[in-house]
């Protein structure tokens, strides 16, 4: 198989159905017909057709999943009935998929087109003969496509990610026992009051063919249709914020002939859509964009939906999908379901509309220590000075070394290590304060450790911020009720033996821990015979010494223990920092 159609499948004739057989097996509440790619509930007999309900069948091309085989399922769809990739199914397999779920005399079945040609054609002749049949058979044809800008003749409005609301509407209506016709009104009324407007990066390949089309990396397509059809423009990628503006701009726009209007006062539900290759980090951006712009031009957005609702195969890209929402509407989409890819956004407990949340008040966590903590230690302003100075210059060596670290970074690592020591630096020196007025507690080293442990949490994040937060809370302790060389010492043992429990790593492993270990076995040697100063210089002395012979260590823990030691050849970056900082804290006292 050629890479440009590089996919995890068995066989490119059998993938379809094999899809199928594993939606199944994940989910045995649904079955497939015998020989056939449709896809019904398993209690279709006793808890549908036996219980006087109507049932509700969609279907298309594969390729879209997990429509619509994913939603088939109490609360929306009672079968899907699946063609081959990107065909429509034939007519043979519609009418077995309406047979399946209907019976003559019972109340009916609603069947869901989506306004393509195949699929007008196919499903519709299938309908037919189900009515030749003597069975009762509703329709609603759904195309809310707003890509489109002429008023020439085409083949209509595409349908696209709404026809799912639509559905899950019908669901719930069936489900509390309505009548076939009271469905097929509704349901033409909710997809006359829905646009949908798509935007594609990449292409897509069907199995065993390459791109559908070209497109370069630095643009994107405005209306795409899910099947590769052609879009409206072709403009250079732009951000998010963008994007989103871009997109709802045309889809509300009054001259355009396939627009939805939207004014002020309007409640919505809003659909984003994953095509197929876009990440969930890209999705919910997107999200809070159309969320944030709907919300400041006065739309009420009562409903928002996030994730992958009907693809085209791995197509990078994404579909907005706006309703117009009344209680009818919200009630039934609100109505439980266990279709399994139907979403399920979470509102506040007793809640019925949603809100944009505030930001909830964040605790002030070094207030609270205080408040309820042990009280500690304090010194004095001249011994606070020292320790201001000392804050101030390790800040500022950590930031000057940023490409520093980051280039040794690079030979084991992502290349960010001094990016994100000069991260956390920085937080510190901004929060810092002045030397008359520290914004940071300097006369309590206790109170300072914690806050350095929540700095480091907050600013400098990946392994390093953890690992220092860790350091910084356990030093902490030993500071609470005495404040000496000897207390300092001791705080650099505990946040070692505390790095070493959760971090995993030991002396010799080529890590940060190495340089703090060497220091701090040497201070406390150096403490009984030497002052206090000259014991520091001595420790500082280890951790340099240390940190350089990292270079000639076997990698053991992080990422570097996955890099072959013929390409480590230098300092480990993290070691290198703590050199960086334990030389400037000694030039602070010494100076």
Not at 74 to 92: D, E, I, K, Q, R
Not at 376 to 384: K, L, N, P, Q, V
């Amino acid at each position: 198989m050629s890479a440009a159609c590089k996919k995890l499948i068995n066989t490119v004739e059998q993938c379809v159905d094999e899809n199928l057989e594993g939606l199944v097996a994940v989910n045995p509440g649904l079955q497939l017909l015998e020989g056939l790619r449709v896809v019904v509930r398993t209690d279709v007999g006793p808890n549908v057709v036996g219980a006087g309900k109507v049932s509700l069948l969609s279907g298309g091309g594969s390729g879209h999943e997990p429509a619509h085989a994913g939603y088939v399922g109490p609360g929306m769809l009672t079968a899907a009935v699946a063609g081959s990739v990107f065909a429509s199914p034939p007519p043979y397999s519609i009418l077995a998929g309406i047979k399946a779920v209907s019976a003559p005399g019972s109340v009916g079945c609603m069947v869901f087109i989506a306004n393509y040609t195949g699929d007008r054609l196919n499903f519709g002749l299938a309908v037919e003969r189900a009515r030749h049949l003597g069975l009762r058979v509703g329709v609603v044809v759904i195309g809310e496509d707003c890509a489109l800008a002429t008023t020439d003749k085409t083949a209509g409005r595409r349908g696209l990610t709404g026809a799912l609301m639509v559905m899950k509407i019908c669901g719930a209506l069936s489900d509390e026992g309505k009548s076939l016709e009271e469905i097929v009104t509704v349901a033409k009324d909710a997809a006359s009051k829905m646009g949908t407007i798509g935007l594609s990066l990449t292409p897509c390949s069907i199995p065993g063919s390459g791109p559908s089309f070209h497109i370069a990396d630095d643009e994107m397509e405005l209306g795409l249709g899910v099947h590769g059809e052609a879009g409206v423009k072709r403009t250079k990628l732009v951000s998010a914020k963008e994007a989103v503006k871009m997109m709802i701009d045309h889809m509300t726009n009054s001259s355009n002939c396939t627009h939805l209007p939207v004014k002020e006062g309007d409640r919505v539900a809003c659909m984003i859509n994953n095509l197929g290759g876009t990440s969930m980090l890209e999705l919910n951006i997107i999200a809070k964009e159309a969320i944030e712009l709907l919300e400041r031009r006065g739309v009420l957005v009562e409903r928002a939906y996030c994730g992958t609702y009907i693809t085209s195969l791995e197509m990078a890209g994404i579909s907005i999908t706006l309703l117009h929402l009344d209680d009818t509407l919200r009630r039934c989409l609100d109505a439980p379901t266990t279709a399994p890819a139907w979403p399920h956004p979470l509102l506040p407990p007793g809640t019925l509309t949603r809100q944009t949340p505030v930001r909830m008040p964040r605790e002030n966590i070094q207030a609270q220590v205080t408040k309820t903590g042990p009280k500690m230690a304090t010194i004095g302003s001249a011994e606070a000075s020292l320790i201001f100075d000392c804050l101030k210059l390790a800040g500022e060596r950590l930031v000057a070394a940023e490409s520093q670290l980051n280039e040794l970074d690079r030979e084991s690592g992502d290349g960010d290590c001094g990016s994100t020591m000069a991260r956390g630096a920085q937080g510190i020196l901004t929060s810092l304060g002045s030397k008359d007025s520290p914004n940071l507690p300097v006369s309590c080293p206790g109170d300072l450790a914690l806050t350095l442990a929540s700095a480091a949490e907050d600013t400098m994040g990946g392994s390093s911020g953890g690992l220092y937060s860790l350091f910084f809370t356990a030093a902490s302790a030993s500071l609470q009720t005495k404040v000496s060389p000897d207390a300092y010492c001791e705080a650099l043992k505990a946040g070692i033996q505390t790095m070493m429990k959760y971090g995993g790593a030991e002396p010799g492993d080529r890590t940060m821990l190495d340089p703090l270990h060497s220091a701090s076995q040497a201070w406390s040697v150096a403490l009984s015979s030497h002052t206090p100063l000259e014991a520091f210089r001595l420790a500082v002395e280890a951790a340099e010494k240390s940190a350089e012979e990292t270079a000639k260590m076997k990698a053991q823990a992080g990422r570097a223990s996955y890099v072959s030691a013929d390409h480590l050849k230098n300092p480990d970056p993290g070691a290198r920092a703590v050199a960086v900082w334990f030389r400037a804290v000694l030039e602070a006292l010494s100076s």
